[in-house]
């Protein structure tokens, strides 16, 4: 855990002395890199609400630096109370933003308010440093995995969903942490990565990333894991989650369920790269997440650029349509084989408890 | 089984006059209802092949025409021969396509020549006026499960995967039967549409048969089925099928077997409309069922019409992307709660078998 994240990229770069952040707008990816500068607080809850960034590890260290951002204009308690509000409800599911809003406002609410700003901008620079050392002890844990199937079958072909990749933290990715480290061991490692309709984070982030890392892929259409997993084409599926309730369900991109539930029935490791403040110790099960609904254009229709290169949002759909479109499921904790976390991997729940020494989560 | 299907299109018509074919165009639905006329045997391959039709019971209609458009230029043993090949070599997955082709030259070859064009013609109607029997029987069958649902909780939320519908075949539709005589009779349908990348058959055709016979639908994410179930939302699912193997494995499109594992998972009754020639009793088990790869283009590419009504083909993937892409997957039997037959719903192969007066496939 010395060298940093190896990426050309950044999701999100912090400047002080100037009091912005950098972020990679990633409704334009893979087609373009654009950099779009967030230096208010409305524009941080813009970027996480319409999705320029996203990724439960990112969307709280946005959200940190947008607390910041927003008590420079207002230092005062009834400041920090509205800018936690609406900073809050940008997102319903991911957990880490509310974990990063309360740490950032314990921190501060305690201060001055002519302190509070410049403290809070510290803790978030914090809540970067520790996601991107959490997600390289991920990797350490995950790689230990990859490396016992790369000897048992001279390969590793790891499925993955969505993007839990270095674009949805601030470096190295929870789910893709342990593929970096194997590949920079070269480990024979292919990536399988689900395309993860409606958005496309699958075929636009994680596979912008894996090319940019030149890591072998082949992206799939995301009901095609079933198939590859009964034809023995894959060996471990790896996934994020937005949300950990204390029993050990998983709550993640839609689709991550139907893929749990293949890896099931199919003998396929399924684990789920998950930093502790993605855990949800106030919840007893998965079934309390709410799950976001999101408006269904997002299904009706599909963004991508032609063959010169223009940009164009098709219909694939009939006039008057109408779809549903919640973006989470819940994978309950009995398809999940390990929670890869900083501290190693739990099997269970009770061992999720003892690795952050809290209270079984059975009583 | 005595009025047609009402629908006001029909995915094939034939006229015997002057022997051609008039085929929707299905690659320009939803957005526009485009006639292509066939009018010989390499054109029939052709649209096969490259999907202007698709449908298992569909493709083994337009088959048995294109045999006989053939024997109109060659009717001779050595043409009778050729056609067949090139015919059966189209797609490799829908067993109809070779059960039509047989039939057909069951029929022409120990004829003169110059008797084989009109007696395979006549056989081609045969059958289609057999499937649209055969789909309106499925729809009685299917009819008494829907029903049964509504009375128990008034209400019928059903699932589809892919088109298994009147495009797919020469009227009603193998898994839609049930469902237009359900909406017939005022059964308070709802239709789950699942799109079914990458060509999204869901979201462009079956989408488009329910808005043609004003049913209600929504249409969904390929991987939002499982949440879907979970919460309760799903009563019953049924899809079509391009081959059962004789233990009652389906072979249907890909992602089927991945919705026959959510709804085990969740209790959730799956049927599969079934008509007899799409089980291939000389296949042991649904390994045996070859499963056709695609480009990756169709995985790498959306195509969609834009907000002015243009259309456009978007890459959706980073430039030098690679996909896999399997048409097709195998649910295995023990997900199916029934097959439904013309002759009638089984449960078990056993019960299939004996449906159909064959050996038990046991033996």
Redesign the interface.
């Known amino acids: 855990m010395t060298a940093g994240d190896p990426a050309s990229y950044r999701a999100l770069r912090s400047a002080r002395a100037t009091h912005t952040l950098d972020v990679i707008d990633q409704r334009a990816l893979?087609?373009a890199v654009r950099m779009v500068t967030i230096a208010d607080a409305d524009t941080a809850a813009r970027a996480i609400r319409d999705m320029w960034i996203r990724g439960a590890p990112l969307i709280g260290a946005v959200a940190a630096f947008g607390l910041s951002l927003a008590l420079q204009r207002d230092p005062s308690d009834v400041g920090l109370d509205a800018a936690c509000r609406m900073l809050l409800a940008t997102r319903p599911t991911a957990v880490n933003l509310r974990w990063a809003l309360e740490r950032v406002r314990g921190v501060v609410q305690a201060l001055p308010p002519d302190e509070r700003a410049d403290a809070a901008w510290s803790q978030a620079e914090r809540i970067v440093a520790e996601d991107i050392a959490i997600n390289e002890a991920i990797g350490h844990a995950g790689l230990a995995v990859l490396r016992g199937i790369a000897a048992e079958r001279g390969r590793v072909n790891v499925m993955t969903h969505c993007n839990a990749g270095a674009l949805a933290t601030c470096g190295w990715g929870t789910a893709t942490a342990p593929l970096y480290l194997a590949h920079a061991e070269r480990l024979p490692l292919h990536v399988?990565v689900s395309?993860?309709?409606?958005r496309?984070q699958g075929?636009?982030l994680t596979?912008?990333e894996m090319?940019q890392r030149r890591i072998p892929?082949?992206?799939?259409?995301?009901?095609?894991?079933?198939?590859?997993m009964?034809r023995g084409e894959v060996d471990l599926v790896i996934v994020g989650a937005d949300r950990v309730a204390r029993n050990g369900d998983v709550c993640n991109k839609?689709?991550t369920?139907?893929?749990a539930?293949?890896a099931h029935?199919n003998g396929v490791p399924f684990y789920v790269g998950l930093p502790s403040p993605t855990i949800d110790w106030t919840l007893a099960s998965g079934r309390d997440i709410p799950?976001e609904a999101r408006g269904?254009d997002e299904?009706?229709?599909?963004?991508?650029?032609?063959?010169r290169d223009e940009a164009?949002?098709?219909?694939?759909?009939?006039?008057?349509?109408?779809?549903?479109?919640?973006a989470?499921?819940?994978t309950p904790a009995r398809l999940v084989t390990g929670l890869v976390t900083e501290r190693g991997i739990a099997g269970t729940a009770a061992a999720l408890a003892q690795l952050f020494h809290r209270t079984s989560p059975c009583t």
Chains 1, 2 share one sequence.
């Not at 299904?299 to 063959?307: F, I, S």
């Not at 164009?312 to 919640?326: D, Q």
């Open positions: 893979p087609h399988l395309e993860t309709r409606p496309l075929a636009n596979a912008w090319a892929y082949t992206l799939l259409v995301d009901s095609a894991s079933g198939l590859l009964q839609i689709g369920y139907d893929k539930l293949a029935d799950i269904d299904v009706l229709t599909v963004a991508g650029r032609d063959e164009h949002v098709v219909a694939v759909a009939p006039a008057g349509a109408r779809a549903i479109n919640y989470f499921d819940v």
